[in-house]
């Protein structure tokens, strides 16, 4: 007889689910966990929080649809908030679980977190599978898969064999049964502990309207809606556009979250080619799929020497930490209005385009002097969508310290106003005009942070 407790962490959904798949398939008694960090909203992370408000709520619209789903085969999501290690190991040790089931963990403090569990409970076994991947470690194997640099990566892979196989634990008939928890009391119920932690950790943060609806259904109706319309067919040319609801896929807060796998979205986006057409448009989308793809790879050969300031350039860069121009970038205060608009937008909604991110990046580091780490961390407590690979990737190439063969990248302000809000519309619509007698630098000193 044995029990295994399912770890939920990236992989909230029941679809396409490999290591729910195998927890499904072979054990006999069996229970589903998600743990809500308390350290997630401390302000330990280069002064900013590691989750906000947005991706907070989406959390919680995440949790509840999973709690729902199971509740649908007989199961419910027990939830907790804390130290995930010290949860996880009083449950196995409480109820004598003998396998833990979860995903791989490509971030390095979740892959610590893993190994402090195995290291703490010698006598169960912990198995991982790759879940918000388009490949498997068996796969992607990061001492002989090219990872010097993107193109190097997709030439690489491109000449693999997706594997597009869709796995579902709907196809399971009959879910083994629950291990044997006591009655949930209403201070144990999954709406209670949210509540909790929202009156009890952020109660000091209004909370925003959200533009997107956590969980596996929103996601897949936002899926069917995307491949439904004509959207793919002119994306590469919309892409960079700095607001619309259809001018870029918006699948990122979904795949973050894992609500939904990229290889469902893969899969879904040949039968689009199969069944409509095939073009320039529809490559590309595949195309950041993989560039998704290689950053988590990157991140997991890489390790904590990803978050260094140096990255893997050969110097450090020419940039330090001012408290006041940070903060006037933090609230929309510079003197570029284009900036400000993005940075409102973000702080409005929890979203903002690529090409926003590359535009206030480039001006933090670039026209600002910031160590980029700060502009990374902001982004981590304010995006909906934060990936940890994609978001301190895509920051170190900004900065030149990471895989960029460029060696950084530095956006003409002035210009990209002139092709991307040549009118100002975008500027109006979030208050990015900015006021000379608020806009003004500070430095000094005593403002370097103790770290």
């Known amino acids: ?39 997630w909203f401390k302000p330990t992370n280069y002064f900013q929080k590691s989750m906000g408000v947005h ?26 908030w804390g130290n995930p290690v010290t949860e996880i190991m009083d449950f196995v040790e409480q109820h004598k679980v003998t396998h833990i089931v979860t995903s791989v963990q490509f971030g390095f403090y979740e892959q610590k977190e893993i190994e402090s569990v195995k290291a703490q409970l010698p006598s169960v076994t912990v198995n991982s599978y ?10 992607i194997v990061t001492e002989q898969t090219p990872l010097q640099s993107f193109s190097a990566f997709r030439k690489y892979v491109e000449k693999q064999n997706f594997a597009v196989r869709k796995l579902s634990s709907k196809d399971i008939a009959l879910w083994p049964k629950s291990i044997d928890v006591q009655p949930v009391e209403h201070s144990d119920s999954v709406n209670h502990v949210l509540d909790k932690v929202e009156r009890d950790l952020i109660c000091d943060e209004p909370l925003a309207e959200l533009q997107f609806l956590g969980g596996e ?7 069917c809606d995307y491949f439904s319309s004509s959207a793919p067919l002119t994306y590469k040319k919309t892409r960079n556009e700095l607001d619309g609801k259809y001018n870029s896929t918006k699948f990122s807060p979904y795949l973050a979250m894992g609500n939904v796998s990229p290889r469902y979205i893969w899969h879904e986006l040949i039968k689009y080619e199969q069944s409509r057409c095939k073009n320039e448009s529809t490559y590309w989308i595949g195309f950041e799929l993989l560039w998704r793809e290689y950053f988590q790879w990157l991140l997991k050969s890489r390790g904590k020497s990803f978050f260094r300031f140096q990255g893997v350039a050969k110097s450090k860069p020419l940039t330090s930490f001012y408290a006041h121009r940070f903060t006037q970038w933090c609230n929309g205060k510079t003197k570029y209005p284009l900036v400000n608009a993005c940075i409102n937008q973000l702080n409005a909604t929890g979203y903002m385009s690529n090409r926003g991110r590359q535009i206030v990046a480039s001006c933090l580091v670039n026209e600002l002097g910031v160590d980029w780490r700060y502009g990374a961390a902001y982004f981590q407590q304010q995006l909906i969508d934060y990936d940890v690979a994609s978001n301190w990737g895509n920051w170190q190439y900004i900065a030149g310290v990471g895989v960029d063969p460029q060696g950084g990248r530095h956006f003409n302000l002035s210009k990209q106003t002139q092709l991307y809000d040549k009118n100002g519309d975008f500027i109006k619509k979030w208050h990015g005009e900015y006021d000379d007698k608020h806009v003004y630098d500070l430095v000094d000193e005593a403002d370097w942070p103790n770290i």
């Not at 007889?1 to 959904?13: E, N, P, V």
């Open 55 to 80: 991706r907070w709520q989406f959390l919680k619209g995440s949790l509840k649809n999973l709690h729902s789903q199971l509740s649908n085969h007989g199961h419910r999501l027990i939830l907790k």
């Open 130 to 139: 790759c879940t918000s991947t388009l490949f498997s470690e068996e796969q």
């Open 217 to 223: 259904q929103g996601a897949l109706s936002h899926i």
């Open 1 to 39: 007889m044995s029990k295994a407790l399912y770890w939920f962490t990236h992989d909230l959904r029941l679809n396409d689910n490999t290591a729910l798949e195998a927890l499904l398939n072979r054990h006999d008694e069996v229970a589903f966990m998600f743990v809500i960090n308390s350290d």
